[in-house]
């Protein structure tokens, strides 16, 4: 086992990009897409600027970010970030047989913007961003209709509040519904969430490993207007509870995208060191095959602000990583010893498959 990690770690230094990355920062450029009313030049610009302000929006969390001094160059400058593009037809649900064919398509131009470039200008102007891996929300949604009370699962959450997903997107935040399934169900129940009782909650979140935790009870009258209550649990983000009313469930649900947004950003967002001058060397025993490696440098790369990680030395099960650092190698140590898959020992950690 020894010789056969030894000799992959002499192909990790001959070969680097024969290895999957580890580096979150070096993802691919970001797709943008905006309607267009024509496939001119014209529109094109201007599309072109709308879609470079969604991204840093998306890059930010902070939709505030496009009226912002550097918001406005890098739209007088969005040209340069745009690393190719296309135009797509989609047909309207309002197509019908006497309609025109071109009045029922819709024109959208998908960009390819370069991501890493945006990023970087926003971080060198002071602009704080999301770490590469994106806070993610779960949502839990308990409902009282026409005398009915329910937990929602994924399938039906999706379809009363569509646009969630999206809203949250264009945030930067990766929202998601519980399966509810027959392990959801022995856990928790719908009174749980109407009531906001944390513990129950707590622990049937558990295993969705999410950056923030929703519950909330929508309560909708014969007329269609909601009222709710809500609770929001994360392991740092700070735990409230408020209320919200609307004309619909979706409008009722989608309205809480702001207040999702300004709390992960107190957490989450932050200024990385661009050029990565930080090493943290991490040791780590119970590595006894090339899967475990794999799954090691997986979970490694996970940790927002480690830029790279390079494999030094392999030992029997031991294997020595330095990590480049864009961030204090105290909050990459924190989320070390937060991780269920990582143990202490000693002066290192133990993988636990």
């Known amino acids: 086992m020894e010789i056969l990690l030894n000799r992959l770690l002499l192909a990790l230094c ?18 943008v897409r905006v309607a267009v009313s024509d496939d001119s030049a014209a529109a094109r610009s201007a ?7 969604r991204m840093i929006t998306r890059l930010t969390g902070d939709p505030a970010v496009g009226d912002s001094l550097i918001g406005q160059r890098l739209q007088e400058q969005a040209d340069r970030f745009v690393e190719g593009f296309s135009y797509r037809r989609l047909e309207t649900e309002s197509e019908t047989e006497t309609e025109d064919a071109a009045d029922a398509q819709r024109l959208e131009l998908a960009l390819q913007l370069d991501e890493p470039a945006l990023r970087e200008a926003l971080v060198r102007a002071g602009v704080r961003v999301w770490p590469s891996e994106l806070p993610t929300v779960l949502v839990w949604l308990a409902l009282e209709r026409d005398g009915e009370r329910q937990l929602l699962d994924a399938s039906a959450a999706a379809a009363l509040a569509p646009g969630l997903r999206s809203l949250a997107a264009e945030r930067g935040i990766r929202v998601f519904f519980p399966l509810l399934d027959l392990a959801d169900r022995q856990t928790l129940t719908y009174v749980d969430v109407a009531a906001g009782f944390t513990e129950p909650i707590r622990e049937a979140s558990k295993r969705y490993n999410a950056d923030l935790v929703l519950a909330g009870r929508l309560q ?18 700070s735990r409230g509870r408020w209320q919200a009313a609307g004309p619909s469930v ?12 300004r709390r992960l950003r107190r957490v989450y967002a932050f200024l990385p060191d661009l050029d990565a001058r930080r090493r943290l060397e991490v040791e780590v025993r119970g590595v006894t095959d090339l899967s475990a490696l794999d799954a090691l440098q997986r979970r490694l790369g996970a940790i927002a602000g480690v830029q790279r990680a390079r494999v030094t030395r392999v030992a029997a099960d031991r294997v020595t990583l330095s990590l480049a650092l864009q961030v204090d190698s105290e909050r990459v140590l924190a989320a070390l010893a937060d991780d ?3 143990a202490e020992s000693g002066s290192g950690w133990r993988w636990q498959p």
């Open 14 to 31: 001959l070969f680097p990009a024969a290895w999957p990355a580890i580096a979150q920062n070096a993802s691919a450029p970001g797709e």
């Open 250 to 261: 979706e409008a009722v649900v989608e309205d809480m995208v702001p207040r999702i947004a």
């Open 340 to 342: 269920p898959r990582l």
């Open 220 to 237: 909708r009258d014969a007329t269609g207007y909601v009222r709710s209550r809500w609770i929001g649990l994360g392991e740092e983000v």
């Open 47 to 53: 599309a072109i600027e709308t879609g470079v302000v």
